[in-house]
T-cell receptor, first 114, second 111 residues
Framework: GENVEQHPSTLSVQEGDSAVIKCTYS??????FPWYKQELGKRPQLIID?????GEKKDQRIAVTLNKTAKHFSLHITETQPEDSAVYFC?????????????FGKGTTLSVSS | GAGVSQSPSNKVTEKGKDVELRCDPI?????LYWYRQRLGQGLEFLIY????????KSGLPSDRFSAERTGESVSTLTIQRTQQEDSAVYLC?????????FGNGTRLTVT
């Protein structure tokens, strides 16, 4: 079945720096890759997603890149702010239809210090 | 409703007892998911319902775990003979397409 690896498990940056989180997946049929942000004690919230027919997607300070050949995708946060501090999860779809079950990485705890 | 609703929000039970967790998905969402999140850990897939198709139960950790869904509405996750390692937050999510929306979860503590 699908296996998603996420690195690093923790990441500490200074306010204004960039943060990069990387994930790899195993199922070549996966074609949907969302990223979720989970603040302490709250539910995971979708922040950005990408489908396999696109190599990069940007939304203000966050961007996601996808390399289907290598089966890895990354989250990039620029100009980090303290409110970016949270746990970030990558995920990959099982099968080849968006909206099917997601397998999540183990998460990255991002700490942004001011 | 405004979002995915889960009840109870907290549940404390004694080892060996059965528990039922409830999830009300967003109206109209055909897909429903259960995930488990142990303290400080990632989201562990348990089970997935899509419309009237047979559910994907591949993530259920043992036969003590089961889930049902009535049509495209409420789902219940049942854990029989609870063990201390079952202590976790159980998150339900639903979707009508690409975006999965999570509930606030049920925090289960097995003493």
């Amino acid at each position: 079945g699908e296996n998603v690896e996420q690195h690093p498990s923790t990441l500490s940056v200074q306010e204004g720096d960039s943060a990069v989180i990387k994930c790899t997946y195993s199922d070549s049929a996966s074609n949907y890759f969302p990223w979720y942000k989970q603040e302490l004690g709250k539910r995971p919230q979708l922040i950005i997603d990408i489908r396999s027919n696109v190599g990069e997607k940007k939304d203000q300070r966050i961007a996601v890149t996808l390399n289907k050949t290598a089966k890895h995708f990354s989250l990039h946060i620029t100009e980090t702010q303290p409110e970016d501090s949270a746990v970030y999860f990558c995920a990959a779809s099982i099968g080849n239809q968006a909206g099917t079950a997601l397998i999540f990485g183990k998460g990255t705890t991002l700490s942004v210090s001011s | 409703g405004a979002g995915v609703s889960q009840s109870p929000s907290n549940k404390v039970t004694e080892k060996g007892k059965d528990v039922e967790l409830r999830c009300d998905p967003i109206s109209g969402h055909t897909a429903l998911y259960w995930y488990r999140q142990r303290l400080g850990q990632g989201l562990e897939f348990l089970i997935y319902f899509q419309g009237n198709s047979a559910p994907d139960k591949s993530g259920l950790p043992s036969d003590r775990f089961s889930a049902e869904r009535t049509g495209e509405s409420v789902s219940t996750l049942t854990i029989q003979r609870t063990q201390q390692e079952d202590s976790a937050v159980y998150l339900c999510a639903s979707s009508s397409g690409r975006i999965i929306h999570f509930g606030n979860g049920t925090r289960l503590t097995v003493t």
